[in-house]
């Protein structure tokens, strides 16, 4: 039998005696779960094979140490997290934050020359449920009130895209915002088709984003330990939830229903995605 590798523990067994309770790729990979018996207080020996590299105990631990390996494999799934890349070096991933800002601008300089494009383009429930105009759902995302309006929407909208596109990457980022932005407009319009709804503006867009990061956020946590995972998914669906709070569900002529929708969408669709920097 070849020499055993072992812990500095004192013990009366003899390689003959013991148990095996895993076989690894590699001396690191067995090392790592020798810490698992370790931390039972209890030796180990690691023995290379043809099959791998064995990680053997005594007897009399053999089952407490094999479901406490299992607990380990069961914990390590997921982790650990993939990093988020930084955008430093990507210039689309701020390029077409700006791009977008400047769009929002210049749409709300044509509201102010052709005024009828605000009526036109404005989210009216009635409009996209009975006249079947479903475009609104997404023309409204670029419509603005007044230039107090459209400004607070513009900054925002830099900082909150260019962390949707460093996260999910550019591709990716505008898709999972488009689509929860565009689903939440249209569930809005079906929700109140019996009233007169009638709803403009990017906000719905930018909690989107911020639902996408919050929902991101979440998936991690729920990936990162299995035994604690709602724990784990409360931290970050609470700070989402409080931002939320915060501003998008005060102040006057705030559309706290397009803020809230918009944020459950894009969670429902950042937990869903995987990221990517691309």
Request: proline share 5%.
């Amino acid at each position: 039998m070849p020499d055993l590798e072992t812990v500095d523990v004192a013990t009366n067994a003899t390689p003959e005696d013991l148990v095996e309770v895993g076989t690894y790729d590699s001396i690191r990979a067995a090392s790592l779960r020798g810490l698992v018996v370790l931390a039972m207080r209890q030796p180990y020996w690691l023995l290379p094979s043809e099959r791998g590299v064995r990680l053997l105990v005594e007897p009399a631990i053999a089952g407490a140490a094999r479901q406490q390996l299992q607990c380990f494999e069961r914990e390590s799934v997921g982790w650990p997290p993939r990093p988020i890349e930084s955008w430093t070096g990507r210039p689309l991933h701020l390029v077409t934050p700006l791009l977008w800002s400047f769009v929002l601008l210049a749409v709300f300089r044509a509201q102010e020359i052709r005024p009828e494009l605000t009526t036109a383009g404005a989210l009216d429930a009635a409009a996209v449920t009975s006249r079947g105009e479903w475009w609104r759902a997404a023309s409204a995302l670029f419509l603005h009130a007044d230039p107090g309006h459209v400004l607070s929407n513009a900054v925002a909208g830099i900082f909150v895209f260019a962390a949707v596109t460093t996260t999910f990457g550019v591709r990716r980022g505008w898709l999972i915002v488009g689509t929860a932005a565009v689903a939440a407009n249209l569930f809005l319009a079906h929700f109140t088709r019996q009233g007169a709804y009638v709803s403009l503006g990017a906000s719905t867009a930018i909690f989107a984003g911020l639902g996408a990061l919050t929902g991101r956020a979440a998936r991690s946590s729920w990936q990162a330990n299995a035994s604690i995972r709602w724990q784990n998914v409360l931290v970050p669906i609470g700070a989402g939830l409080t931002l939320l709070a915060l501003y998008g569900a005060g102040g006057l002529r705030i559309d706290v229903g397009a803020h809230v929708c918009g944020f459950v969408a894009g969670l429902a669709l950042g937990f869903a995605s995987l990221s990517s920097n691309r």
